[in-house]
């Protein structure tokens, strides 16, 4: 099993940044990747952001392009989502997740088996 671990959320203005951490532990060598989602008051879980574990390739949902970065530490275990020129709209509980091994894909929930129990990020306008 991994067990994964949120923190870095909180409130934040339009415009400012937040840095979000996910902590891995357990076992790490089967991650295929690890992914970011999220999921705001009345709205479904949507796909924010993965990386690969081994390869280090990443994918971001548009909205977040250019604003988002996807990060991850083999050596600490850790995986991170640098997050700047916030918005409104990014508000939402914020849960990071593991792939299962070789995942087809990254960017669907069905590929990842462990989540977190989310961080909340709020902007206020």
């Known amino acids: 099993q991994v067990q994964l671990v949120e923190s870095g959320g909180g409130l934040v203005q339009a415009g400012g940044s937040l840095r979000l951490s996910c902590a891995v532990s357990?076992?790490?060598?089967?991650?295929?990747?690890m992914g970011w989602f999220r999921q705001a008051p009345g709205k479904e879980r949507e796909f924010v952001a993965a990386?690969?574990?081994?390869?280090?390739?990443?994918y971001y949902t548009d909205p977040v392009k250019g604003r988002f970065t996807i990060s991850r530490d083999h050596a600490k275990n850790t995986g991170s989502l640098q997050m700047n020129s916030l918005k409104p709209e990014d508000t939402a509980v914020y849960y990071c997740a593991s792939a299962r091994p070789m995942p087809l894909t990254l960017v669907r929930g069905s590929s990842y088996e462990y989540w977190g129990q989310g961080t909340q990020v709020t902007v206020s306008s």
């Open positions: 357990g076992r790490t060598s089967s991650m295929g990747g």
């Open positions: 990386i690969s574990w081994s390869g280090g390739r990443s």
